[in-house]
């Protein structure tokens, strides 16, 4: 199997007419590259720091090239409970079909994309003997980050009243009095005899 080519300028970009429109025919993948702008949110996600590698297979098929294969990377937020900084690795596995552009599949899958969805959505499609991975890879990924990330299953998270890290103080307390008793709390008693 041969290998693809990457554009040097855009890596997420790779050429495909080693495949020759050939059904059958194959080439690998691999490739080093950081999103372009931050995906997900503060609470986890990539930036352009946070490279992802991407190793995967190209396949021609009747109505385009098949990309089968993992990303793997490191996201980065804040566990939920504590606020401490969090590393959630991700190893993900990704298929996708993109059709050739002149093909009525790919008129289809466009049509198809504005009925369902009530608004323009790119079909991934094989233009000028390229194909751009980045949507593929960006979807997988968003959808892997963890909503509510945690430093350690068993973190206690904060103090309710102070917001002390209470695993840095697992014996953290306050004085509490029942609130029932207050209004007793300025009486003096009568001296005993």
């Known amino acids: 199997m041969d290998e693809v080519t990457i554009d040097p ?5 790779v050429q495909v007419h ?9 080439a690998l993948l691999q490739l080093e590259a950081a ?4 995906w997900g949110d503060e609470v986890s ?9 991407v190793r995967a297979s190209l396949e021609a098929v009747g109505e385009g090239v ?16 504590c606020l401490d900084p969090v590393s959630v690795p991700l190893q993900l596995d990704v298929q996708e079909l993109f059709t050739y552009d002149d ?5 289809r899958q466009q049509r198809a994309a504005v ?27 968003v959808l892997a980050l963890p909503a509510q990330p945690l430093c350690r299953p068993d973190c206690p998270g904060l103090c309710s009243q102070c917001g002390q890290p209470l695993a840095q103080e697992p014996d953290h307390r306050h004085e509490t009095a029942d609130p029932r008793w207050a209004a007793l709390a300025g009486l003096e008693l009568p001296p005993t005899p």
């Open 66 to 81: 098949l990309v089968t294969g993992q990303v793997r990377g490191l996201a980065h937020g804040q566990c939920i409970r």
């Open 18 to 26: 080693r495949l020759g429109r050939q059904p059958g025919s194959r």
């Open 45 to 53: 996600g990539l930036g352009p720091q946070d490279p992802l590698a």
């Open 115 to 141: 009925v369902e969805q009530g608004e323009v959505e790119q079909p991934l499609v094989v233009r000028d003997e390229t194909v751009d991975l980045l949507p593929m890879v960006r979807d997988a990924v």
């Open 103 to 107: 093909t009525r599949s790919a008129r």
């Open 35 to 38: 999103p372009d702008q931050p």
């Open 9 to 13: 300028h855009y890596p997420w970009r």
